[in-house]
């Protein structure tokens, strides 16, 4: 039972306390997920993504030379062709369920750069695929666009999945990198191609190639009607220009869209400044899209309050109902921040500033960031503490780019650090012109789950929970989950048009809760009701007729 926060709402006139949950769980790592045929240099962990209790892993430099869905995995015949792996939870056990490849599997194609999941719905960017297809389910067959880049989408039905969609750019060009970046959300999926070439503006605009390779950058937005995907949208910046790499990071909350432009070049701060200027180089920006019906409008262009000279903001994106965070890796000499604003209707403002607990140059905190309801979790991949598990002694310096994550949860409208997290096998280099293992490279966070991805990470193990003590397979890669972290739903009461209760609550999209009843606080609690957060996360119960005298409600995560 994880059950993390007192959140008491008393209604003397119907006699009932809800509680979000009760203090009583410790962060802890869960597990340490390897790839079923781990091989050095390839990269498991430079992606991750969780939904409820399914995690899919890329590792974009896995070399075999199968194609679909749990096929060879155990040859090396097509270097660098890359691949994706899901696993599954049950109870606190996690297990491999599949092995991805693209239907189109070569050489260098880095299949696994990017993952998103939603549900039974998988999708994995390959930025450097080279077909010349366009649009859905195009010729796959032939390499004649160089790292123009795709995206295919898996679905499982039961425990078995397969591929449903092969998905390019309705422009495709070479070296566009479409599917650097991608993200989904029920049946609508974004894709971030940061290389982009066309001067377009805004939403649907003309796509042609402008003549040159300026690296101005899109994102596209697909949806799905049944197993069909077809192109909903072409988003561009308001400003676009040369080298912005608008897309190199994408998100998506239901009707919201946020992109990342790390290379955007303005002098604004803050929100809807004044975009038109290119006074300083790559501070960076991103931009907020909403959908009415099935149309798309820039909502809000965001900057960050201290714009600086590389700064990178919008390195990093997430979204979650209301609320975005922002990576911007490279202010501050390059300790790196992140930053949260919140929408109140339509208007959008800074709420949170977010720094590392031990804040030091370069460790380039913000590199990666996720968002969960109340909680964002923000990697590090080159911090350098030699610390191991949950809340270890940040102090020192020992573990070169071993890399780190920080969990912080929002209380009303303050932000506060909950967790810092480590490898339980911390890995630095040992001299500072090797590599250390940079954990914190990918972040992702669903409910009260944490995943750090660590790609550099070297054990030979594979699967679930094994030998970590090793260094026999460098850059192998791995990825870490932690539970117990995060804050509980706040539970909402009401009263129904008959003689019950109604108990509403915002959960995390896929996660199934246990709604509970007690007569006093101390239990015994009884399960009245299963319930699985929908897209939106709004869980409503009716409990009628309520029993008679006072009684304690509260939401737990199973």
């Known amino acids: 039972m994880k059950i993390k926060r007192i959140s008491v709402f008393i209604a003397p006139a119907v006699g009932v306390?809800?509680?979000?949950?009760?203090?009583?769980?410790?962060?802890?790592?869960?597990?340490?997920?390897?790839?079923?045929?781990?091989?050095?240099?390839d990269w498991f962990g430079s992606s991750v993504a969780v939904s409820a209790n399914t995690v899919v892993i890329g590792a974009p430099q896995e070399d075999s030379d199968a194609f679909g869905v749990n096929r060879d995995q155990y040859n090396n015949r097509s270097i660098n062709s890359g691949a994706a792996y899901i696993l599954v939870r049950n109870g606190t056990q996690w297990d491999h369920q599949a092995f991805l490849k693209a239907s189109n599997t070569s050489a260098d194609d880095r299949f696994g750069h990017s993952v998103a999941v939603s549900g039974d719905t998988v999708v994995v960017g390959a930025f450097a695929e080279s077909s010349q297809a366009t649009g859905v389910n195009g010729d796959q067959g032939n390499q004649n666009a160089t790292n123009s880049g795709a995206v295919y989408v898996f679905v499982r039905s039961g425990t078995n999945w397969s591929q449903q969609a092969y998905v390019k750019a309705f422009n495709t060009m070479t070296g566009d990198h479409f599917g650097a970046a991608v993200a989904i959300s029920g049946d609508t999926m974004v894709v971030g191609a940061p290389y982009e070439d066309s001067n377009a503006t805004g939403v649907n605009g003309n796509g042609v190639y402008t003549g040159s390779f300026s690296d101005r950058g899109a994102a596209y937005v697909f949806v799905r009607n049944g197993s069909n995907w077809s192109q909903q949208a072409y988003l561009k910046g308001s400003n676009t220009d040369p080298f912005d790499n608008f897309g190199i990071a994408v998100a998506i909350s239901e009707n919201t869209i946020v992109i990342g432009a790390s290379g955007e070049d303005s002098n604004a701060t803050g929100v809807n400044g004044n975009q038109t200027n290119n006074a300083v180089v790559q501070s960076g920006a991103a931009y907020v899209f909403v959908r009415s019906g099935s149309?798309?409008?820039?909502?809000?262009?965001?900057?960050?309050?201290?714009?600086?000279?590389?700064?990178?903001?919008g390195h990093a994106v997430s979204a979650s109902d209301d609320t975005v965070v922002i990576g911007a890796l490279g202010e501050g000499s390059g300790s790196g921040a992140a930053y949260v604003f919140v929408r109140n209707g339509t208007n959008w403002s800074q709420q949170g500033y977010l720094r590392a607990s031990n804040m030091d140059a370069r460790d380039q905190f913000g590199w990666s960031v996720a968002l969960s309801g109340e909680t964002v979790a923000v990697g590090a991949p080159f911090e350098d503490s030699n610390a191991t598990g949950v809340n270890g002694n940040q102090t020192d310096n020992s573990g070169y780019e071993s890399g780190a994550g920080y969990v912080f949860v929002r209380?009303?409208?303050?932000?506060?650090?909950?967790?810092?997290?480590?490898?339980?096998?911390?890995?630095?280099?040992?001299?500072?012109?090797?590599?250390?293992?940079?954990?914190?490279?990918?972040?992702?966070?669903?409910?009260?789950?944490?995943?750090?991805?660590?790609v550099a990470e070297a054990s030979n193990a594979t699967g679930v929970n094994g030998d970590q003590d090793n260094n026999l397979a460098g850059g192998a890669g791995a990825a870490y989950v932690f539970s117990g972290l995060g804050v509980g739903p706040r539970l909402a009461l009401g009263l129904d048009s008959g003689d019950g209760l109604v108990i509403r609550f915002k959960g995390a999209p896929d996660i199934t809760y246990r709604l509970q009843r007690a007569a006093s606080a101390l239990g015994p609690w009884d399960t009245i009701a299963f319930r699985t957060a929908p897209i939106s996360g709004w869980i409503e119960y009716h409990d009628a007729p309520p029993p008679s005298g006072q009684s304690f409600y509260r939401a737990v995560q199973p």
């Open 411 to 454: 209380e009303g409208t303050n932000w506060s650090q909950q967790a810092y997290l480590k490898a339980s096998n911390t890995g630095g280099a040992p001299l500072p012109n090797e590599t250390g293992d940079y954990f914190g490279m990918a972040m992702a966070v669903s409910g009260d789950t944490v995943v750090a991805g660590s």
């Open 17 to 41: 306390v809800l509680f979000t949950g009760v203090a009583a769980s410790v962060p802890t790592q869960q597990a340490y997920l390897k790839a079923s045929n781990t091989e050095r240099i």
């Open 295 to 313: 149309n798309w409008i820039q909502q809000a262009y965001l900057k960050s309050p201290n714009t600086q000279v590389e700064g990178l903001f």
